[in-house]
Protein backbone atom coordinates (compact mmCIF):
# COMPACT_ATOMS: atom_id res chain seq x y z
CA UNK A 1 0.00 0.00 0.00
CA UNK A 2 1.43 3.62 -0.60
CA UNK A 3 -0.20 6.43 0.63
CA UNK A 4 0.86 10.52 0.24
CA UNK A 5 -0.29 12.66 3.01
CA UNK A 6 -0.46 15.99 2.83
CA UNK A 7 -1.13 17.99 6.08
CA UNK A 8 -1.20 21.23 6.85
CA UNK A 9 0.65 23.03 9.47
CA UNK A 10 -0.76 22.25 12.81
CA UNK A 11 -2.93 19.42 11.35
CA UNK A 12 -1.15 16.59 13.20
CA UNK A 13 0.70 15.03 9.79
CA UNK A 14 3.51 13.86 11.99
CA UNK A 15 1.84 12.05 14.67
CA UNK A 16 -0.91 10.56 12.02
CA UNK A 17 1.51 9.85 9.31
CA UNK A 18 4.34 7.11 11.27
CA UNK A 19 1.03 5.77 12.67
CA UNK A 20 -0.44 4.83 9.72
CA UNK A 21 2.74 3.49 8.43
CA UNK A 22 2.93 1.52 11.21
CA UNK A 23 -0.82 -0.05 10.93
CA UNK A 24 -0.24 -0.53 7.31
CA UNK A 25 3.38 -2.38 8.02
CA UNK A 26 4.81 -0.10 5.42
CA UNK A 27 7.99 2.28 6.00
CA UNK A 28 7.20 5.63 7.15
CA UNK A 29 8.82 7.87 4.46
CA UNK A 30 10.17 11.39 5.70
CA UNK A 31 13.32 11.42 7.31
CA UNK A 32 14.88 9.14 5.05
CA UNK A 33 14.29 11.69 2.01
CA UNK A 34 17.39 13.88 2.36
CA UNK A 35 19.68 10.97 2.60
CA UNK A 36 18.58 9.58 -0.86
CA UNK A 37 18.18 13.35 -2.28
CA UNK A 38 22.30 13.75 -0.70
CA UNK A 39 22.99 10.02 -2.93
CA UNK A 40 21.75 11.47 -6.10
CA UNK A 41 23.52 14.72 -5.54
CA UNK A 42 26.20 13.67 -4.52
CA UNK A 43 26.80 15.64 -1.23
CA UNK A 44 27.34 14.68 2.53
CA UNK A 45 23.84 13.34 4.03
CA UNK A 46 23.98 15.74 6.80
CA UNK A 47 24.58 18.53 3.99
CA UNK A 48 21.13 17.55 2.16
CA UNK A 49 19.18 16.99 5.70
CA UNK A 50 20.48 20.45 6.76
CA UNK A 51 19.05 21.53 3.28
CA UNK A 52 16.01 20.01 3.99
CA UNK A 53 14.76 20.72 6.87
CA UNK A 54 17.38 23.01 9.72
CA UNK A 55 16.40 24.47 12.99
CA UNK A 56 12.86 23.19 12.83
CA UNK A 57 11.81 25.57 9.39
CA UNK A 58 10.79 22.80 6.80
CA UNK A 59 12.51 23.32 3.24
CA UNK A 60 9.45 25.32 1.77
CA UNK A 61 9.86 28.06 4.11
CA UNK A 62 13.49 28.73 3.06
CA UNK A 63 12.76 28.29 -0.69
CA UNK A 64 9.91 30.52 -0.30
CA UNK A 65 11.98 33.23 1.27
CA UNK A 66 12.75 34.39 -2.16
CA UNK A 67 9.61 33.60 -3.63
CA UNK A 68 7.31 35.75 -1.64
CA UNK A 69 9.63 38.14 -0.93
CA UNK A 70 9.95 38.00 2.59
CA UNK A 71 11.23 35.69 5.70
CA UNK A 72 8.84 33.13 6.08
CA UNK A 73 11.75 31.46 8.80
CA UNK A 74 14.22 32.20 10.77
CA UNK A 75 17.40 33.64 8.93
CA UNK A 76 19.50 30.75 7.67
CA UNK A 77 22.67 30.31 5.10
CA UNK A 78 22.19 27.73 2.77
CA UNK A 79 24.89 24.82 2.75
CA UNK A 80 27.53 25.90 -0.30
CA UNK A 81 27.19 22.73 -1.76
CA UNK A 82 23.51 22.07 -2.46
CA UNK A 83 22.52 26.01 -3.40
CA UNK A 84 19.98 25.01 -6.28
CA UNK A 85 16.49 24.77 -5.43
CA UNK A 86 15.56 23.17 -8.86
CA UNK A 87 18.66 20.52 -8.59
CA UNK A 88 17.20 19.66 -4.84
CA UNK A 89 13.61 19.58 -5.94
CA UNK A 90 14.52 17.33 -9.23
CA UNK A 91 16.12 14.62 -7.16
CA UNK A 92 13.65 14.81 -4.50
CA UNK A 93 11.27 14.10 -7.08
CA UNK A 94 13.17 10.83 -8.52
CA UNK A 95 12.94 9.53 -5.25
CA UNK A 96 9.15 9.93 -4.51
CA UNK A 97 9.26 8.08 -7.44
CA UNK A 98 11.31 5.69 -6.57
CA UNK A 99 9.90 4.81 -3.18
CA UNK A 100 5.96 4.72 -5.26
CA UNK A 101 7.92 2.26 -7.58
CA UNK A 102 8.33 -0.18 -4.96
CA UNK A 103 4.55 0.00 -4.15
CA UNK A 104 4.31 0.52 -0.58
CA UNK A 105 5.09 3.42 2.14
CA UNK A 106 3.22 6.58 3.53
CA UNK A 107 5.08 9.47 2.33
CA UNK A 108 4.40 12.97 4.44
CA UNK A 109 4.58 16.16 2.92
CA UNK A 110 7.37 16.67 -0.40
CA UNK A 111 4.56 17.59 -2.59
CA UNK A 112 4.23 13.55 -2.81
CA UNK A 113 0.68 14.09 -4.21
CA UNK A 114 1.20 16.89 -7.02
CA UNK A 115 4.78 14.64 -8.07
CA UNK A 116 2.53 11.08 -8.14
CA UNK A 117 -1.04 12.35 -8.43
CA UNK A 118 -0.76 10.14 -11.86
CA UNK A 119 -0.38 7.02 -10.34
CA UNK A 120 -3.52 5.00 -9.80
CA UNK A 121 -2.04 2.70 -7.36
CA UNK A 122 -1.06 5.39 -4.43
CA UNK A 123 -4.16 6.86 -2.20
CA UNK A 124 -3.63 10.39 -1.95
CA UNK A 125 -4.76 12.04 1.45
CA UNK A 126 -4.47 15.28 3.38
CA UNK A 127 -4.88 16.89 6.86
CA UNK A 128 -6.59 20.09 6.94
CA UNK A 129 -8.76 22.50 8.80
CA UNK A 130 -9.90 25.98 9.99
CA UNK A 131 -6.13 27.74 10.33
CA UNK A 132 -7.30 28.98 14.21
CA UNK A 133 -8.07 25.45 15.14
CA UNK A 134 -4.99 24.22 13.99
CA UNK A 135 -3.04 26.54 15.70
CA UNK A 136 -4.62 25.34 18.82
CA UNK A 137 -3.41 21.86 18.04
CA UNK A 138 -0.06 22.53 17.55
CA UNK A 139 0.13 24.81 20.00
CA UNK A 140 -1.10 21.73 22.22
CA UNK A 141 0.98 19.02 20.14
CA UNK A 142 4.41 21.10 20.20
CA UNK A 143 4.04 22.69 23.50
CA UNK A 144 4.27 25.92 21.88
CA UNK A 145 2.26 29.82 22.85
CA UNK A 146 -0.29 30.03 20.53
CA UNK A 147 0.51 33.45 19.46
CA UNK A 148 3.78 31.53 17.99
CA UNK A 149 1.66 28.81 16.82
CA UNK A 150 -0.59 31.11 14.99
CA UNK A 151 2.61 32.69 13.71
CA UNK A 152 3.71 29.59 11.70
CA UNK A 153 0.46 28.47 10.73
CA UNK A 154 0.40 31.38 8.98
CA UNK A 155 3.79 31.14 7.49
CA UNK A 156 3.84 27.71 6.40
CA UNK A 157 -0.28 27.98 4.96
CA UNK A 158 1.79 30.57 2.33
CA UNK A 159 4.98 28.96 2.12
CA UNK A 160 2.84 25.56 1.14
CA UNK A 161 0.81 27.48 -1.44
CA UNK A 162 3.29 29.22 -3.58
CA UNK A 163 5.40 25.99 -3.58
CA UNK A 164 2.63 24.12 -5.06
CA UNK A 165 1.96 26.83 -7.72
CA UNK A 166 5.41 27.55 -8.64
CA UNK A 167 6.60 24.50 -8.99
CA UNK A 168 3.08 22.25 -10.12
CA UNK A 169 0.79 25.20 -10.94
CA UNK A 170 -1.73 23.19 -8.35
CA UNK A 171 -3.58 24.44 -5.48
CA UNK A 172 -2.50 22.27 -2.52
CA UNK A 173 -5.48 22.90 -0.65
CA UNK A 174 -7.54 21.86 -3.79
CA UNK A 175 -9.97 18.81 -2.55
CA UNK A 176 -9.66 17.45 -6.18
CA UNK A 177 -6.11 17.06 -5.62
CA UNK A 178 -6.81 14.04 -2.96
CA UNK A 179 -9.14 10.90 -2.40
CA UNK A 180 -9.89 11.68 1.01
CA UNK A 181 -9.81 14.56 2.98
CA UNK A 182 -9.65 14.98 6.50
CA UNK A 183 -10.38 17.94 9.54
CA UNK A 184 -7.67 16.78 11.48
CA UNK A 185 -8.64 19.37 14.01
CA UNK A 186 -12.07 18.09 14.60
CA UNK A 187 -11.45 14.25 14.17
CA UNK A 188 -8.96 13.27 16.85
CA UNK A 189 -5.45 12.14 15.20
CA UNK A 190 -6.27 8.27 16.29
CA UNK A 191 -9.39 8.30 14.20
CA UNK A 192 -7.92 10.09 11.40
CA UNK A 193 -5.24 7.07 11.69
CA UNK A 194 -8.39 4.33 11.65
CA UNK A 195 -10.12 6.20 8.51
CA UNK A 196 -6.96 6.40 6.35
CA UNK A 197 -6.34 2.90 7.33
CA UNK A 198 -9.43 1.73 6.21
CA UNK A 199 -9.27 3.86 3.04
CA UNK A 200 -5.69 2.49 2.02
CA UNK A 201 -7.07 -0.75 2.21
CA UNK A 202 -9.89 -0.15 -0.11
CA UNK A 203 -8.05 1.71 -2.45
CA UNK A 204 -5.39 -1.60 -2.37
CA UNK A 205 -7.94 -3.61 -3.12
Known sequence: MLVTLSASYGAGGSRVGPA?????????VDRAIPFAVSARLDVHPDTAHE???????????????????????????????????????????????A??????????????????????????????????????QAARLAGIEIADAERMVAR??????EYSRRFYDA???????????????????DTCVELLETAAGARAR
Open 20 to 28: LAERLGVPF
Open 171 to 189: DVRDPGLYDVVLDSTRIAL
Open 51 to 97: HDERGGFSRFERILRGFIGQDVGAPLPIASDLTVDEDFRRATEEVLV
Open 99 to 136: QADTGEGVILGRAAALVLRDRPDVLRARLDGPAERRAE
Open 156 to 161: MDRAHA
